[in-house]
């Protein structure tokens, strides 16, 4: 996994521990963590680490098991032969290209940098990590044009694409039986609010937030939620939706209707992007390349642990 994917798994987690210092370099003789007296030091993780058994990723659909140590050097030893072979072809990007992309994504997205340093990773990491997905891309894209009217065309072609459904922002209270039910219309009718019912009624876990699910999209209700819910207007209460278990009561906090996403400036980026990868993966064959530049690399082995599982993905050129 790359480390921007890493970091867009595990970013709500993260953005909810910004007071957290910036993890430390574990170095071979600094203690990780005591337990009962027993010191575990750096080198010990970092042993464990690399030959960690019951591991493996995705590979082709199929799942491959492989320590983590050799997964790492395998991204590496990639990302090293991507960078190379973009260089030998003259599209790897430049260090302006990595910067203007990298301020791209934090005016997106600022909280990025965060996310980032509370993994204990750098600026250079992430501009690392842009540079490998711009030269991957590059390679891929060889070649390849999209114009204007092809980008127009692909938008009006797909409606379906560029649109987001009727959604409902919507607190729930669950209560299991019919003595409960009439509680909680009885404190309603008193004039409680539908959040401090919950917090004190509810038995679904959403009840510590006052009832708050959040945004959902009206397509993706059950059918008697869809029907309790059909002429729902802001600020007003269901009726009772009965289900197996439960049965369950909306507050609609807001609504907000389907509307079309514009063509605009990033939204012709995106599918420009998109429509010159699905030109440039059947042009340019980048796996097939790769397996190519990687039985010519010149490989100097180090008697690591990793260096039989190595030697047998370069003999295969996978």
């Given at each position: 996994m790359r480390a921007g994917l890493l970091v867009a798994a595990f970013l709500p987690a993260l953005l909810h521990a910004q007071t957290v210092p910036t993890p430390p370099t574990v170095t071979p003789d600094r203690t990780l963590i005591v337990v009962n007296g027993e010191a575990?030091?750096?080198d010990v993780y970092v042993r464990r680490l690399q030959?960690?058994?019951?591991?493996?990723?995705?590979?082709?659909?199929?799942?491959?098991a492989a320590t983590p140590g050799y997964l790492a050097?395998?991204?590496?030893?990639?990302?090293?032969?991507?960078?190379?072979?973009?260089?030998?072809?003259?599209?790897?990007?430049?260090?302006a290209a990595v910067d203007a992309e990298l301020a791209k994504r934090l005016e997106r997205a600022p909280e990025l940098k965060e996310a980032f340093r509370l993994l204990g990773l750098t600026e250079d990491d992430l501009k690392h990590e842009i540079k490998i997905e711009l030269a991957e891309f590059a390679l891929t894209t060889m070649g390849v044009n999209v114009t204007d009217q092809e980008v127009e065309g692909y938008y009006r072609a797909h409606p379906d694409q560029f649109s987001v459904p009727k959604r409902l922002v919507l607190r729930i209270i669950a209560v299991a039986d019919e003595a409960a039910q009439r509680k909680v219309d009885g404190e309603l009718a008193a004039g409680k609010s539908f959040a401090d019912v919950a917090r004190s009624l509810s038995v679904d876990p959403s009840a510590r937030d006052g009832g708050m699910l959040g945004e959902i999209p009206f397509d993706g209700l059950g059918d008697q939620a869809k029907s309790a819910l059909q002429n729902a207007t802001k600020g007003s209460v269901s009726s009772?939706?009965?289900?197996?278990?439960?049965?369950?009561?909306?507050?609609?906090?807001?609504?907000?209707?389907?509307?079309?996403?514009?063509?605009?400036?990033?939204?012709?980026?995106?599918i420009r992007r998109q429509l010159m990868l699905d030109k440039g993966q059947v042009r340019n064959n980048l796996p097939k390349m790769l397996a190519e530049f990687r039985k010519k690399a010149r490989i100097e082995w180090q008697n690591t642990p990793f260096d039989r599982q190595l030697k047998q993905m370069f003999e295969q050129g996978g």
């Open positions: 575990v030091k750096g030959v960690l058994p019951n591991v493996g990723r995705m590979m082709e659909n199929r799942y491959v050097m395998q991204q590496i030893v990639n990302e090293i032969l991507i960078w190379q072979l973009a260089t030998e072809k003259g599209v790897a990007p430049t260090a009772w939706v009965p289900g197996s278990i439960v049965r369950v009561k909306f507050f609609v906090e807001d609504l907000k209707p389907a509307e079309t996403i514009p063509l605009d400036a990033d939204q012709k980026v995106a």
